[in-house]
């Protein structure tokens, strides 16, 4: 009998990109429930091609599940996947709450598959998004050259905050549409948005923000220290070097990072072209003479993280620097749940 999944925050951002992605790969489920909040129980989706009603989240709505997904804000699943847990399941989680848990696996398929079977909490972590995007890439390079210190700039789309962040974005952007003097010196943007500044702390039409997530010690920010502690947790590497820069723009889906990564021996373009070329999960964009980047617009809808603009510093022999896009809703966090739910049905199934 194929097991029993559950899917928690069904009816989200992350929740709908995760109903398209069960509809689309190989069937590995038996019953798939639907979970979310009370306000959206008696709600019917579409799960491979059949209507599934929501139910409200409870202790018995884990009754016979094997593998609980959650898709839902921290607070939430630090309450409820040690519930699904004590009715028997495996939780899944995608929220921040428990991935630097010592005691939680912090898990990247293509990277760190056997990870998953280390669960002595019954919980298994999906990485945040940010990371997500470019540790598919950094680690196979890891591999071959030795890595010492990522030095990380990310450029993050808004439907990283959620649906709210889409809304506010489109919102804006109609509010500033036509108006040929807007971000001049002459023409406040600010006015023109007016307050409505959704889950951002400033206006993100014809701009760019510095800053995403909560405010940290030392004027880090939250998805920064992610970044941070996530790429050193997943690669194994607890000494690893690595400062970062989030800044907000105003992409609907996409999540890009400018990656300087230094290594221990000397690389070189072609060789990291090579070895990012057989890497699973990547695809390589980067032909600039053509116009060829990786980029939100195109990466959108895709799994692979899309890398581009590889190039060796020109000061520094073991360095290099290149670009990474990959679409936040999938491999930063739908897809990488649902590969790891996969691993635990094959797991479950044998
Ligand atoms: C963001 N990484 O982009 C966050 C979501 N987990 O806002």
């Given at each position: ?15 709908t ?14 019953e ?15 799960v ?13 709505a884990?009754?016979?599940v094997?593998?609980?997904?959650f898709?839902?804000?921290?607070e ?5 996947a040690?519930?699904?847990v ?9 929220s ?9 696996p912090?898990v ?15 919980i ?7 990371t997500?995007?470019?540790i598919v ?7 071959e ?12 789309a ?10 506010t974005l ?6 500033v549409?036509g108006?040929r003097?807007?971000?001049?010196r002459t ?9 409505d ?8 039409a ?5 800053w995403?997530g909560?405010l940290?010690?030392g004027?880090?920010?939250s998805e ?34 400018a ?13 990291a072209r090579?070895?990012?070329?057989g890497a699973?999960?990547v695809?390589?964009v980067?032909?600039?003479?053509e ?9 959108v ?27 936040n ?10 590969q ?7 797991e479950?199934?044998?």
């Amino acid at each position: 009998k194929l097991p029993t999944l559950a899917v928690v925050g069904a009816t989200g951002a992350v929740g709908t990109v995760m109903l398209e992605i069960l509809s689309s790969r190989k069937n590995v489920w038996g019953e798939i429930r639907l979970i979310a909040s009370a306000r959206s129980a008696g709600k019917r989706l579409s799960v491979r091609g059949e209507e599934v009603e929501v139910i409200a989240l409870s202790e018995e709505a884990f009754d016979g599940v094997d593998v609980a997904m959650f898709d839902v804000p921290d607070e939430i699943s630090a309450h409820w996947a040690p519930i699904a847990v004590a009715r028997g399941a495996i939780a899944v989680d995608n929220s921040g709450a428990f991935r630097m848990d010592p005691d939680v696996p912090l898990v990247v398929p293509e990277i760190n598959p056997e990870q998953t079977r280390n669960r002595p909490k019954g919980i298994i972590a999906n990485a945040n998004c940010t990371t997500l995007a470019m540790i598919v890439a950094v680690a196979p390079l890891h591999r071959e050259y030795g890595l010492r210190e990522l030095v990380l700039a990310s450029y993050q789309a808004v439907s990283g905050a959620g649906q709210i962040g889409i809304d506010t974005l489109h919102d804006q952007l109609a509010k500033v549409a036509g108006d040929r003097i807007l971000g001049s010196r002459t023409g406040n943007v600010r006015q023109a948005i007016g307050d409505d500044l959704g889950p951002f702390p400033a206006p993100l039409a014809l701009n760019v923000v510095p800053w995403a997530g909560s405010l940290k010690d030392g004027g880090w920010s939250s998805e920064e220290l992610k970044m941070r502690n996530e790429s050193r947790k997943i690669l194994g590497l607890p000494d690893l070097k690595v400062s970062a820069t989030c800044v907000r723009v105003p992409v609907v889906t996409g999540h890009s990072v400018a990656v300087h990564a230094v290594f221990g021996s000397e690389v070189d373009a072609d060789g990291a072209r090579e070895v990012l070329g057989g890497a699973p999960g990547v695809i390589i964009v980067d032909d600039p003479a053509e116009g060829e980047f990786p980029m939100p617009i195109d990466a959108v809808g895709t799994d692979p993280s899309w890398v581009g603009r590889i190039r060796r510093a020109v000061d520094d022999p073991r360095a290099l620097d290149f670009f990474v896009t990959g679409d936040n809703l999938r491999k930063g966090a739908a897809l990488n749940t649902a590969q790891i739910a996969e691993l635990l049905s094959a797991e479950l199934s044998a």
